[in-house]
């Protein structure tokens, strides 16, 4: 069991950078890959970034590439999510995901992951 515990989301302005942090429990947390999504109102949660397990591979959502990054610290097991230049397109609620003990390469797919985190709201004004 896996559980996750996100911080670092708050109220921004346009332009604006936060990081977001994800703590997972576990001594299995080099063996996950982690990923980010995001929620907003009314919509589907989709696909923000995804690490793997050793941290050597990352992949990015289109409308993120080049904004944000996400990292991991195995020695802390902690993912952590930079965003910058962000904008009002970026409010959302914010999950932290892990996959399954054994799973350590990275997906886009909301199904590849087993443990979810309780979100954290990153709201963007403009």
């Known amino acids: 069991q896996v559980q996750l515990v996100e911080s670092g989301g708050g109220l921004v302005q346009a332009g604006d950078s936060l990081r977001l942090s994800c703590a997972a429990s576990g001594r299995t947390f080099s063996s996950r890959a982690m990923g980010w999504f995001r929620q907003a109102p009314g919509k589907e949660r989709k696909f923000v970034a995804t690490i793997s397990g050793s941290g050597g591979s990352t992949t990015y959502a289109d409308s993120v590439k080049g904004r944000f990054t996400i990292s991991r610290d195995n020695a802390k097991d902690t993912v952590h999510l930079q965003m910058n230049t962000l904008k009002p397109e970026d409010t959302a609620i914010y999950y932290c995901?892990?996959?399954?003990?054994?799973?350590?390469?990275?997906?886009?797919?909301?199904?590849?992951?087993?443990?979810w985190g309780q979100g954290t709201q990153v709201t963007v004004s403009s």
């Open positions: 995901a892990a996959r399954e003990f054994g799973y350590s390469a990275g997906s886009s797919n909301v199904n590849g992951y087993n443990y």
